[in-house]
């Protein structure tokens, strides 16, 4: 059966689904924090239908909230979607516990050894072409994550204020007002704080004066964590950045 979503187990051992993967695989344009929160209203209990826990963002490291989902919250949720995903998927939860039920039937039964045995391995060669499914998936985020992490390209300060609808200098004021960055004579340095999370690169320029002497230039310049993390402090609006985005204040980032 191919694997449509992931479906882990909480500290209690029950099977869960994650509520923003479930809400990735419906694609909806409508904020997280507002569909789940309108999802819920239709009557789901939280400790018994869901579980709210805390993990971080992969791209900005900022922390968001997610929820465990029962499969039975999950499926009904499904189904409030109205549709094709949503029923795609309610059948995909359905089709995992009949599954799921049928091999536990089979390791109950008595058995011989010998079907013990045989059944054991069919277990284990399932899971295993599961778990290879789910890395392959899995690899085109991490390996998208690694070369914005190893990226040696950089953005201007000029271009994010552009998208934001800004001037530059606006954009920079505003960094070093919520504690990002602070000025050193003609440069922008990043806060000891933030310099190991691979928001931003220093560049060096060359160039010759009219005199013929030869000097350099250094200037920061963002990588696209550093983007992401400067929408999501000032942008309210950018259609690629809302649908995954965990609000953040400037007054909430703290200087070093």
Known sequence: MQQLINITTDGQGSEVVSARDLYEYFALAERFSKWIERMFEYGFNEGV???????VHPLNNQPITDYYLTLDTAKEI?????SEKGKEIRQYFIQYEKRSKELIGQLTKPQSDVEIL??????????????????QKLAPKAEYVDKVLQSDTGITTTMIAKE??????????????AGLQYRSGKNYILYAKYQH?????MKT?????REGQSHTNHYLVWTEVGRVFIHNLFNNDLSWSKPNRQKVLPNQVRRQ
């Open 49 to 55: 239908d869901y579980t709210p826990y805390q993990k």
């Open 78 to 82: 499904a189904m409030l979607q109205r």
């Open 118 to 135: 045989s059944n054991a391995v069919l277990v284990a060669n399932r899971l295993l072409a599961e778990k290879e499914e789910q890395i």
């Open 164 to 177: 934001l609808g800004m001037t530059a200098k606006t954009l920079n004021d505003k960094l070093c007002k």
């Open 197 to 201: 999370r691979g928001f931003a690169l």
């Open 205 to 209: 320029h060359q160039y010759t004066d």
